[in-house]
T-cell receptor, first 114, second 113 residues
Framework: AQSVTQPDIHITVSEGASLELRCNYS??????LFWYVQSPGQGLQLLLK??????LVQGIKGFEAEFKRSQSSFNLRKPSVHWSDAAEYFC????????????FGSGTRLSIRP | ETGVTQSPTHLIKTRGQQVTLRCSSQ?????VSWYQQALGQGPQFIFQ???????GRGNFPPRFSGLQFPNYSSELNVNALELDDSALYLC????????????FGQGTRLTVV
């Protein structure tokens, strides 16, 4: 079955520490891949996207993600987190055949320890 | 600010009632998608409209319906509300196509009592 999995429901990291949020997808072909962030009570903001080409993608707010075809993964990373990064993070895919229907993972809530 | 505005921001309805949610898309965008986000979950695709025609639908019953107007703004209508319809409803506008960025509104928080 087609799916997007974010195995970590909640992660807490110290301010200034590095961050990696995991995402795995299950589709017949490599879909378009995205990471979104949602602050409490807010809509979704696109952090970065992967369509093709270089497997290391740079996004806004100092985030990057690496696409690994062999592992069907698209993990999000940041070298040094800031207190303002506390939010909910969603990995998402758009299958080629979906007419731009976005399929979201269940999200990972990030808390920052002072 | 994404340029996508939704109204109202919050509302409370009684089970069995009907509700209409509105979305004004970003200037120039001809595609609007609606998503339902239950508490603690990721958004679920409801349907998409492209140039006033439905262009894909998720696994939602027919009591969820929509419209897109010539100015590309959109409405989501839900009839016979159920308690499980309580959620954040998100609207996203885009230029269409799987490789274009979707811009999300702030959402409408619907509570059904």
């Amino acid at each position: 079955a087609q799916s997007v999995t974010q195995p970590d429901i909640h992660i807490t990291v110290s301010e200034g520490a590095s961050l990696e949020l995991r995402c795995n997808y299950s589709y017949g072909a490599t879909p378009y891949l995205f990471w979104y962030v949602q602050s409490p009570g807010q809509g979704l903001q696109l952090l970065l996207k992967y369509f093709s080409g270089d497997t290391l993608v740079q996004g806004i707010k100092g985030f990057e993600a690496e696409f690994k075809r062999s592992q069907s993964s698209f993990n999000l990373r940041k070298p040094s987190v800031h207190w303002s990064d506390a939010a909910e993070y969603f990995c998402a895919v758009v299958p080629y055949s979906s007419a731009s229907k976005i399929i979201f993972g269940s999200g990972t809530r990030l808390s920052i320890r002072p | 600010e994404t340029g996508v505005t939704q109204s109202p921001t919050h509302l409370i309805k009684t089970r069995g009632q009907q509700v209409t949610l509105r979305c004004s898309s970003q200037s120039g965008h001809n595609t609007v998608s609606w998503y339902q986000q239950a508490l603690g979950q990721g958004p679920q695709f409801i349907f998409q409209y492209y140039r006033e025609e439905e262009n894909g639908r998720g696994n939602f019953p027919p009591r969820f319906s929509g419209l897109q107007f010539p100015n590309y703004s959109s409405e989501l209508n839900v009839n016979a509300l159920e308690l499980d319809d309580s959620a954040l409803y998100l609207c996203a506008s885009s230029l269409g196509g799987p490789n274009t960025e979707a811009f999300f509104g702030q959402g409408t928080r619907l509570t059904v009592v």
